[in-house]
């Protein structure tokens, strides 16, 4: 089997004997323990580890610039951003330098540098990837929006990905349904948007 060409961005992923700081400047020093359990699905999948790239503090910024890892600028045009928080990934991957790159998106973290640098960013269902042991931890408040995501430069390669690569935790696991309670809180008030009569038509040609 052909080895993926992996770099893994340095906001979540635990990666033995590697710096995981979260882009922070007071977790400058922090180095992972252990392998989390993405660094171990590529492991599994023959990946090559290439290094960690850059991103904002914590991942909270749209822009992919730090104290730690300093600014990251667009292979497209120098004088741009590549967005983010993901930025450093998304450079990585269209300057060549890895073939993919894997990280999270909550409010746009993949799919704000993917348009900056016209590569594919893909959000992957949590119920194939799921969220666990990524730093920092994400809120429990805000966990349900986090979804993975692969970075590269085409769609083949994210479909060589998805095929060679599986999330540990999900074997044999059976999600619980999420009680209707969640559910309601997540749904939008269509009626305070003025959308009630697209809806009702939407549901009618169902």
Do not use: Y
Not at 143 to 161: D, E, I, N
Not at 194 to 205: D, I, L, P
């Amino acid at each position: 089997r052909a080895a993926l060409a992996e770099a893994i961005r340095i906001l979540e992923w635990e990666a033995k004997g590697m710096p995981t700081t979260g882009g922070s400047w007071r977790l400058r020093d922090r180095v992972s323990t252990h392998d989390g359990p993405v660094r171990r699905a590529f492991d599994a999948a023959g990946a090559v580890l290439l290094g960690k790239t850059n991103l904002s503090d914590l991942g909270l910024v749209p822009d992919a610039g730090s104290w730690v890892g300093g600014e990251t600028r667009n292979p497209h045009d120098l004088t741009r951003t590549t967005g983010g928080s993901s930025g450093g990934a998304a450079a990585a991957v269209l300057d060549g330098m890895s073939a993919i790159d894997w990280g999270t998106d909550i409010g746009g973290s993949i799919r704000i540098p993917a348009a900056h640098t016209g590569i594919v960013g893909v959000r992957l269902s949590s119920e194939a990837w799921p969220i666990e042991e990524i730093f920092p931890d994400v809120p429990a408040e805000l966990s349900w929006m986090c979804a993975q995501c692969p970075l590269a430069r085409g769609r083949k390669r994210v479909r060589t990905l998805e095929r060679e690569a599986h999330a540990p935790q999900t074997r044999g696991r059976v999600e619980a349904e999420a009680p209707p309670a969640a559910l309601a809180a997540r749904r939008p008030d269509h009626r305070a948007l003025g959308q009630e009569r697209t809806v009702a038509s939407a549901t009618e040609r169902r």
